[in-house]
């Protein structure tokens, strides 16, 4: 008989331990996130003007900063029973190889063959278009891992679904088009002439390896122009962040069920919707003063939007056509270098963290691609987990204030998100095996430029 | 407070509930496998021979006939924690889907970066190796699978790992060395010219795609070469067959629980490392006279082993510098059409496996290719999972016995092993997406040239 208050390698909870709502953490933020506005009249979106693009129970969603438990569907809760709960695993290889007196938590959402946290809120959007009758959705991804997952999801509802997939991507990952196919999805590399939007991006910038943000600009072109379909997005949406939440709550309760309090909590972020997702209790307690945590936002050097963008109102998309979200942005037509973390390759960020950051509940740090390698790698070897680039830009800052403990001694108790797996990017690693990737980070004459072509508003 | 009685759709032990130790069938058996020959004498082997090959401790487990309960050495566990337990899933939705009375559960091996069961027995034998004080190991790999996870259970302990990779998986899955490299494989594409044996197989077979036999006997000359090497093998071995017994008492422990009796227990077939671990336990009760259940081993028809097979002493590898073992077996020298699951192109079985069918312990099928892809994506589009070429065998023959049901109406129990996943064989699915798989199975003439000439014994 083991110690029985030893704790495990993994945490899993039981099945009726699984969160039953998600938590908005807008409900508790006494600075709410700016409203979107219309790109024409530059006055707040209404719901009327945002059902045009998404379905009707998603702008509720969307729109909503009071109300604070939003109960998840029955339907939803039995899809999220194939895959989850996702373990919230003690990284006991990791700390012995660090020699570190840091514990080391970290939540894998990896465990699905999207090989992300995205298949939460795939579901969740697919779910809603179905129950409205919808035909199908369409969207935009980068990395694949969204894409993927909206592909399941609709596979799993019959919804029919329409990908438009960032080039750089498509190209650097053969395979993940294939899964998709398996899951009966339309995967269009962008940006694309099947679109106009797409044919004015190619055209202004030819031979464009694409960005999110152009493929949000295609999608959302398809959806607004095909009757029965409604675009979905993976990531920088108050809904987004809401149906993510329950990352966060099986962390927290998993940490409960061990009287575990966290110093530091890790993310990586792109759009943010992994970071928003596993925060947001955390971030709650902490915005209803009940505890303090130190919270991490981790993005790539060359895509830096929290750590060198500007807190201002911007266009989501590259094309122009989706509203106005007030984030950090380092400009819609901002396009990175074509770095490996394709999740993480977004000009701007999403609104509530955004407002958090800017109210200083949280803070961001970037860090450049080789050394994120250099983690992942180190993480694989002892915790057996291939994580994706995005995952490993928070791999990299758990081990480095891991390392800071071993130098002052503290005991903390870190926690980071481990977004997914990195099956889809061998060429990725390859790369880095092989000493061809590069560091590359945008020069501040250069962010100026894009800055500079910022909307003007308020 | 949901139903405590209710049957969850994952169901995974605690990790106090994990086997302590390996379960050895052969200690139930009252006709024991038939002893490895020495190729040069035809006596059995001895343990003094054995060890020139494979370090002390796994030769003594491969010899072992009577020990009931091997215990799993405390460095073992704790690597087991890191990717155990498994999930006992009960495959809800593809019951709905089919409309069957059965009740389907899957023991899912896929969560790990090698993508399968392979680990189980990766880390055991690595730890020997390592205790032994040896400088590395060296072995083959079909699928890649069992090289990814002996590469991972190297880099864990610090061991050197050398791969002899099936030429036809090495081309149709060039990232799966790229994984192997992030654990610090040396990874060469077999038959090669780097081995004497694989310079011969080359000059009788040029341009020949390469089998798990050739790149055994690769292997071999190269740990049998090198001071401070042993050689290590994946499956058919009893060895691994014990190792591989962790998944079956998993499987009867998490059914134990809810107190859930199998009718019909099935799992693919290469050289039966899986199949022979899942059923372990089980085997054990059918052989003791406690219970009984249809055991099912399912193989592809282009590499029928068990199903048109003969039960005779072989040689294991192509090469023909292994020991000669009885099993059932197409002739050392029959190398399949390349077909895609590659960890089932094997031209025999495990020993223990074939003498309990020959015993009638179990049955066999054998199915054609395009019928097991068409089973993995409806697999794939309700339970989420996208399957491997290899466990989706497994797969088509579990749909059948469900479907055999509605038929009939029983509500039988079935579980079959879902030992991976195909995140590597995307190159498999995209010839059955677009009608480039072929069924080829092989002609009864063909199969006698081969038994033609096996090697007189007894």
Known sequence: ??????????????????????????????VKPAPLLNPGTLAPMTAEELGGVFCADLVEQELDNDTRFVPIPQEIRDFYKMYRPSPLVRAYCLEKKLNTPAKIYYKFEGNNTSGSHKLNSAIAQAYYAKKQGLKGVTTETGAGQWGTALSMACAYLGLDCKVFM??????????RREVMRVYGADVTPSPSMTTQVGQKILAEHPGTTGSLGCAISEAVEVAVGNPGYRYVLGSVLNQVLLHQSVIGQETKAALDKYGIVPDIIIGCAGGGSNLGGLIAPFMGEKLRGEKDYRIIAVEPASCPSFTRGVYAYDFCDTGMVCPLAKMYTLGSDFIPAP????????????????????????????????SVFEAAEEFARVEGILPAPESSHAIRVAIDEALKCKETGEEKTIVFGLTGTGYFDLVAYQKFHEGQMDDYVPTD???????ARLPKVD
Do not use: C
């Not at 495990?8 to 006494?30: F, G, Q, T």
């Not at 490996?340 to 691609?369: C, F, K, N, T, W």
């Open 1 to 30: 008989m083991e110690n029985s208050k030893a704790i495990p390698y993994k945490i899993y909870l039981e099945e009726n331990e699984m969160p039953k709502s998600w938590y908005n953490v807008r409900a508790d933020m006494k």
């Open 166 to 175: 960032v080039k750089v991507s498509y190209e650097q990952k053969p395979f």
């Open 339 to 370: 770095n490996h973390a394709g999740g993480l390759r977004y000009h701007g960020m999403s609104p509530i963290l955004s407002q958090l950051y800017h109210d200083g509940y949280m803070e961001a740090v970037s860090v450049p691609q080789t």
């Open 445 to 451: 004459e250069e962010l100026a430029q894009f800055r």
